[in-house]
C-alpha cells in the first residue's frame, strides 16, 4: 500500500499559511529585534503582533506570553523558574505532579527534588483520569505548583482541568498545564480555565520546530533559568526567533479556529479506526477507553505481541505509527503512562495511531487493514476463509 503517516502526535508538517507568514522574515526583515535602527524596528513590531495573536488566541494579556524554544523548553521553565521562585523566598519547593507526565515535567519535577525540594505524583485510573481526592490530599502539603497535562501525549485522555484548577486556587496554588497536545484539539482558553502557567509547541500545530511559548499569568512569579540580554522580560534572554514566532503565531490561530470542526472529524476517524480493529484482533485493549479523549490519538494494546517486531512489522507495511511518545523511541519497555494506568496489567505491545489534517477515511481503513495483516502474522493465525 502507499506509505500512511498517522503519527501526527510526534510531529506535524508546516502549513503553507505558516511557511508564507515567516517567509519574509527569514531574509528582507532579518532584523534583530533588540536593534534600535528600521530593520530591528520592524522585527520587533513583528514579534509584538505575533506575541498578541497568540495572547488572544488563549483568552491571555499580550505581556503574559513569553517565547521560547520549544514545549520541553516551556515546561523546564515553568518548573524549575517556579520553584526557584520559591527558594528565593525562603520555601522548600514542592512540586506537585501527575504519574503520566511528559518527561519533561516528570524530569524536571525529579531534579527539584534532587536540590533538595520535593515531588508528589498523583495516581491516575485505569481511564488515565488523575486521583482528585489525592490531589486535595497533595494541596494539604502547600505545593509551590502543581503541573498537571491537559491532553495526555500518549492515550489522548483528557484532564478535567477546570476542576483540577477550581481545587487549586482555592488553596491559592498555581497551576501549570502541558498543553502541547491540547492547544488545536480541545478548547484552551486561560481566561475561561484560570492557570497560572501554560506550555505549548508549534510542530504539534503545523508550526515550526523549536518554536514555543510559555503563559505567565500577571502576578505569577517565575525566575529565569538562563541568563543574559534580558529579553522576553528577563524569563527567556537570547535573541529571539522571529520567524519562529510569526510561524507558531500563525499556527495557533488557525488551530484554534479549526479546533471545533478537527476534533468532531478526529473522534470520527477514532471511532472508526476502533471499531474495524475490534470486529478483527480479539482481546484489543482501547487505552483511556471510559474517560474523555481528545480524539486525534488512538492508542490499543495488543496481548502476545513484542513491541518492538509489531512496529517494525507496520513500518514495512507503509504505516507510520509508534509505540507511544516519540521522546521515548529505543524503548523496548511498557511506557510509563501505561504502566501508570494498568500496573502489571499493562501490555507490552501498544500501538499509537494519532491522526492529522490529512488523514482520511480511506487511509484509517488501510491503516487498520495493515494492523490486522501483521497482527495475524505475528501470532500465526490464519486469515478467515
Known amino acids: 500500500m502507499d506509505p500512511i503517516y498517522l503519527d501526527y502526535a510526534a510531529t506535524t508538517p508546516m502549513r503553507d499559511e505558516v511557511m508564507d507568514a515567516m517567509a519574509p522574515y527569514h531574509s528582507g526583515a532579518f532584523g534583530n529585534p533588540s536593534s534600535s535602527h528600521r530593520w530591528g524596528r520592524e522585527a520587533q513590531a513583528a514579534l509584538e503582533r505575533s506575541r498578541g495573536r497568540i495572547a488572544d488566541a488563549l483568552g491571555a494579556g499580550r505581556r503574559e506570553i513569553v517565547f521560547v524554544r ?26 506537585v505532579t501527575s504519574a503520566i507526565e511528559h518527561k519533561a515535567v516528570l524530569d524536571a519535577a525529579r531534579s527539584v527534588e534532587s536540590d533538595g525540594g520535593r515531588t508528589i505524583v498523583l495516581p491516575v485510573d485505569r481511564s488515565g483520569t488523575v486521583d482528585l481526592d489525592a490531589l486535595d ?14 491532553v495526555n501525549n500518549e492515550v489522548g485522555v483528557v484532564q478535567p482541568m477546570s476542576e483540577i484548577v477550581e481545587r487549586c486556587r482555592a488553596r491559592s496554588v498555581s497551576v ?12 484552551v482558553r486561560v481566561d475561561d480555565v484560570e492557570l497560572d502557567l501554560l506550555s ?7 508550526g515550526p520546530k523549536s518554536a514555543g511559548a510559555l503563559f505567565v499569568r500577571s502576578g505569577t512569579e517565575v525566575h529565569a ?16 526567533d522571529v520567524a519562529g514566532a510569526v510561524g507558531l503565531a500563525e499556527a495557533v490561530c488557525l488551530a484554534v479556529e479549526e479546533q471545533a470542526r478537527a476534533r468532531a472529524r478526529y473522534l470520527s ?13 480479539p482481546d484489543l485493549r482501547v487505552h483511556g477507553d471510559g474517560g474523555e479523549v481528545a480524539g486525534h490519538v488512538l492508542s490499543v494494546g495488543i496481548p502476545d505481541l513484542a513491541a518492538e517486531m509489531l512496529m517494525v512489522s507496520l513500518d514495512m507495511e507503509g504505516l507510520a505509527v509508534s509505540g507511544g511518545s516519540a521522546c521515548q523511541s529505543g524503548s523496548n519497555g511498557v511506557s510509563h503512562v501505561l504502566s501508570a494506568m494498568y500496573g502489571e496489567d499493562a501490555l507490552p505491545a501498544a500501538i499509537r495511531y494519532s491522526f492529522g489534517r490529512p488523514t482520511t477515511d480511506a487511509q484509517v481503513d488501510e491503516a487498520a487493514a495493515a494492523t490486522v495483516r501483521v497482527v495475524r502474522r505475528l501470532l500465526g493465525v490464519a486469515a478467515p476463509a
Do not use: F
Open 225 to 240: 533559568r538562563i541568563h543574559g540580554g534580558g529579553q522576553e522580560a528577563g524569563l527567556r534572554p537570547g535573541t529571539q
Open 176 to 187: 501549570h498545564s502541558d498543553a502541547v497536545q491540547a492547544v488545536g484539539r480541545v478548547p
Open 70 to 95: 520549544g514545549g520541553t523548553e516551556s515546561d523546564n521553565l515553568a518548573l524549575l523558574g517556579r520553584a526557584d521562585a520559591t527558594r528565593a523566598n525562603d520555601g522548600r519547593p514542592c512540586i
Open 269 to 281: 476517524l477514532r471511532e472508526r479506526l476502533v471499531g474495524r480493529l475490534r470486529a478483527e484482533i
Open 200 to 206: 505549548l509547541s508549534g510542530h504539534k500545530l503545523y
Open 137 to 150: 490530599e497533595a494541596l494539604e502539603e502547600a505545593p509551590c505548583l502543581v503541573s498537571i497535562m491537559w
